[in-house]
């Protein structure tokens, strides 16, 4: 038998064994185009819920805005129509709250883009001291 594995191929067991070579090789190959497609498929279907997700999401924000808009509608058709006048409940922008004036800017630039809120401007500023102080406290040191 030892002999048998030293003895050269003849013709016809070669052209067996590529024959049996291509055959393992299809095999692969179409192994791997299934996984493939399996994969392809399971990442369609994860966009699909994805894609369904945002829609549905989408649907309930404009459903809530349809909701609101009736209200707001209905309102401004009073006001408009001088049979009452315009809600009491109206806050002039003097009345906001000291947070709401901490969190919101009152001007806007010439570009149309509203300046940084005062909450913003301390928050930068405080950090900017803490900066300048752990400078000064790691070049003393």
């Known amino acids: 038998m030892?002999?048998?594995h030293m003895?050269?191929?003849?013709?016809?067991?070669?052209?067996?064994?590529?024959a049996l070579r291509a055959e393992k090789a299809r095999r692969?190959?179409?192994?791997?185009?299934?996984?493939?497609?399996e994969e392809l498929d399971a990442l369609r279907a994860e966009?699909?819920?994805?894609?369904?997700?945002?829609?549905?999401?989408?649907?309930?924000?404009?459903?809530h805005r349809v909701a609101q808009d009736?209200?707001?509608s209905a309102s401004s058709r009073r006001a408009s129509s001088g049979a009452s006048p315009a809600p009491a409940d109206h806050n002039p922008p003097q009345d906001k709250t000291f947070g709401q004036r901490m969190?919101?800017?009152s001007a806007v630039d010439g570009d149309g883009i509203p300046t940084m809120p005062v909450a913003q401007?301390?928050?930068?500023?405080a950090a900017l001291i803490a900066l300048v102080a752990f400078i000064i406290y790691t070049v003393t040191r």
Request: hydrophobic share 35%; proline share 2%.
């Open 47 to 63: 966009q699909a819920k994805v894609d369904a997700q945002i829609l549905a999401e989408r649907a309930a924000t404009r459903e």
């Open 2 to 4: 030892a002999d048998s």
């Open 103 to 105: 969190v919101t800017s």
């Open 70 to 72: 009736p209200l707001e």
């Open 121 to 125: 401007k301390i928050i930068i500023a």
């Open 7 to 18: 003895t050269t191929l003849t013709d016809g067991e070669r052209e067996e064994l590529e």
């Open 28 to 37: 692969e190959e179409e192994e791997r185009a299934r996984a493939e497609r």
